[in-house]
């Protein structure tokens, strides 16, 4: 006796159709459907640093004003003073005219002497710059010297200057180097004068 074949199922033969159809359509869709171009993104730029301004040089402060006799580029030039000095015209005033003499710091100082008394009378002055504190030893120290050696002892460490014993309507002129900053003593080392002859040159 014959088995019977299987049944198999079959729709209709328009259903497969249509999906194999539908099927394919989608298949090519896929492969073959419409590119969308890709617009890659715009490159990222490079950052450049941002200009700086170059500093300006500092403006030079004004500093303090030359003063005369330096020099910019070196050591200060000495200073040249010239100071006149007489002595007055009594035969016994004895004192100094002017009293008071002042000068710079650094400077060449020259002293003009006069003695202004009338030659007649025959009264030697002198104009003796000492260091603080020796007036007295200075004048001890020319009475000492005497009158061989025209009242000064030129050796004495407490003379810083001094012109030579000059007689009425004589000058001598004496050039040193300014000592420090202060006030110093000038006088005049004949015996005897000193006590009212004397006055002060200030260094400032």
């Known amino acids: ?82 100071l006149t000095v007489a002595t007055a015209a009594g035969a016994e005033a004895f004192t100094f005219e002017p009293a008071s003499l002042t000068a710079a710091a650094g400077s060449t100082i020259t002293v003009q002497f006069t003695n202004a008394t009338d030659p007649a009378d025959e009264v030697g002055h002198n104009w003796v710059l000492v260091k603080p504190g020796q007036e007295a030893s200075v004048v001890a120290s020319a009475l000492a010297a005497g009158d061989g050696r025209d009242w000064l002892d030129e050796g004495d460490p407490g003379i810083i200057a001094a012109t030579r014993l000059i007689e009425g309507n004589q000058h001598d002129d004496v050039t040193f180097d300014a000592p420090p900053p202060g006030t110093y003593t000038f006088l005049c080392t004949f015996p005897e004068h000193y006590p009212t002859m004397q006055g002060s040159l200030t260094i400032n």
């Open 1 to 82: 006796m014959r088995e019977a074949a299987p049944i198999v199922a079959r729709g209709p033969r328009w259903a497969t159709t249509l999906a194999g159809t539908v099927l394919l359509t989608v298949i090519a869709v896929g492969c073959s459907g419409t590119l969308v171009p890709i617009t890659p993104p715009p490159p990222t730029p490079t950052p450049r640093p941002e200009p700086t301004e170059s500093p300006e040089p500092p403006s030079p402060s004004p500093g303090p004003s030359a003063s005369a006799g330096a020099s910019p580029s070196g050591p200060p030039v000495p200073v040249e003073v010239t």
